[in-house]
């Protein structure tokens, strides 16, 4: 049984139709990425798997049952998702963020608990934000922010994780911690996470599992290596490319064509000197 997967799953709004009679399976406790070009259906799938979105035609199963047969709360109980640009009213604190995780296994005759606060106190470690509990959630840097997100998704303490560009709008340094943060989740507590990424080589260096989406369908999954093809790279995105391996990781490596600056022979030997 896999954690989530669609049968014959169509997907649009009004009359224009997204996904078509999609079948797709998530493998448990692995790192899968959609990646594909703007438009393409995504982050459309995505929210159709966390049931943000009904579907046209077809079904999404969650461990096996539809999606949509199952109780707000206990969907809420085994998946969290992280939509993209997420906000949050002026002068909460990351505490009182990460707290709101706890929502869905609150009720009329089980109020906060010890186990409550021993799973928020957690997911600040987790996210190293510890320290910045009290702090209001608008005065921290972007990498910081998506952190408390992160965190108030892992205080709802599911085995599956959704999350749309988690590391949009971030710097360089800001994505690579947020990745490292949730491959560390991956690796440590065996999570199923399944995210929308726009840059392809980061794809490749953190997913077990990529799924290319394109027609309004999937044009080809599997691991980084079975996916990206400059083949695939010319037909997902139009783009001609050099796929090379990656020295440091060993992963695919798309090289885009494009115009741009060429250095000389004389350039590349004093590049190669200094370096």
Same mark, same amino acid.
């Given at each position: ?13 009004? $009359? ?21 070009? @703007? ?24 461990? =096996? ?8 709360? /206990? ?23 990460? $707290? ?55 205080? /709802? ?28 989740? @991956? ?21 077990h599992h990529i799924v290319a989406v @394109? @027609? ?41 064509? =494009? ?7 004389? /350039? ?8």
């Open positions: 049984m896999y954690p989530l997967e669609s049968q014959s799953l169509s997907l649009g709004y009004d $009359r224009q139709l997204i996904i078509d009679r999609l079948n797709l399976q998530i493998p448990e406790a692995q790192i899968t990425v959609f990646v594909g070009s @703007n438009g393409c259906g995504k982050s459309t799938l995505l929210k159709s798997f966390a049931r943000l979105l009904n579907p046209q035609h077809g079904s999404v199963l969650l461990e =096996g049952r539809d999606i949509h047969s199952q109780p707000t709360r /206990q969907v809420a109980r085994k998946l969290a998702i992280l939509p993209q640009g997420p906000s949050a009213p002026e002068g909460l604190t990351v505490s009182q963020l990460v $707290r709101q995780g706890r929502y869905p296994h609150q009720s009329w005759l089980q109020q906060w608990s010890e186990e409550d606060e021993k799973v928020v106190k957690k997911a600040l470690e987790d996210t190293d934000l510890t320290a910045l509990m009290h702090q209001s959630v608008d005065s921290l840097s972007g990498g910081q922010r998506q952190r408390a997100w992160i965190a108030m998704t892992l205080a /709802q303490d599911t085995n599956t994780l959704l999350l749309d560009e988690p590391t949009t709008y971030l710097d360089l340094t800001h994505q690579i911690e947020v990745l490292d943060l949730l491959y560390d989740l @991956n690796r440590r507590e065996r999570k199923t996470i399944v995210m929308v990424l726009h840059d392809l080589n980061l794809a490749c260096r953190y997913a @394109n @027609n309004k369908s999937v044009y080809a999954q599997g691991t980084p290596e079975e996916v990206v093809t400059e083949k695939t790279v010319r037909d997902v995105f139009q783009l001609g490319c050099r796929v090379i391996r990656d020295p440091l990781f060993g992963t695919p490596i798309c090289i885009p064509f =494009g115009k741009g600056r060429r250095l000389t022979v004389e /350039q590349e030997d004093h590049e190669e000197a200094i370096a």
